[in-house]
């Protein structure tokens, strides 16, 4: 898979077992900013990896110098509705000092061009209600498709 550069930051695919501290560091971050409704982050890092090794999670990052600056993680798994391979964003994180200019709709439509490259038809990603990145999402061709609810028990 081939790497793109913009304005200097290099976007790539990685694999999650080579770069699972700086990208573990990015999930703390991102979850200290936008979850208000759950409590503390403990990811299934073992589940993800062997998801990696089969072939069903793709990791992709932004690097600016060397440094990681974006990460979007995608779980690739075959529609039981329409049985094409489809794509779910699990995560995606940029630093606030780069979430500027059109750096993270780059991100994503690398990441979107990849994905299709692998043979996905369908895309979803979730949004918080707490903010309004769903607009990003609309200007790039995203429809809402559904609304999910969490309850949380303790």
């Excluded at 589940?47 to 069903?56: D, F, I, P």
């Excluded at 049985?83 to 780069?98: F, I, N, S």
Aim: glycine letters at 6%; a negative charge.
């Amino acid at each position: 898979i081939e790497p793109a550069e913009h304005s200097g930051i290099v976007f790539n695919v990685e694999r999650l077992a080579d770069v699972l501290p700086e990208v573990a560091q990015h999930h703390r971050d991102q979850w200290d900013e936008i979850e208000r409704v759950r409590e503390e982050l403990n990811p299934n890092y073992e589940y993800v990896l062997n998801a990696e090794k089969n072939g069903r999670y793709v990791l992709f990052t932004a690097r600016k110098d060397g440094v990681l600056i974006g990460n979007t993680g995608c779980y690739l798994y075959d529609s039981l509705h329409t049985g094409k391979l489809a794509a779910k964003e699990d995560t995606m994180y940029v630093v606030p000092e780069e979430r500027k200019g059109m750096m993270a709709v780059r991100f994503f439509k690398y990441c979107e061009k990849v994905l299709v490259g692998f043979g996905v038809k369908e895309i979803t990603v979730q949004v918080k209600t707490s903010n309004r990145v769903y607009k990003l999402w609309e200007r790039q061709g995203y429809e809402f498709s559904d609304r999910v609810l969490s309850k949380i028990f303790e």
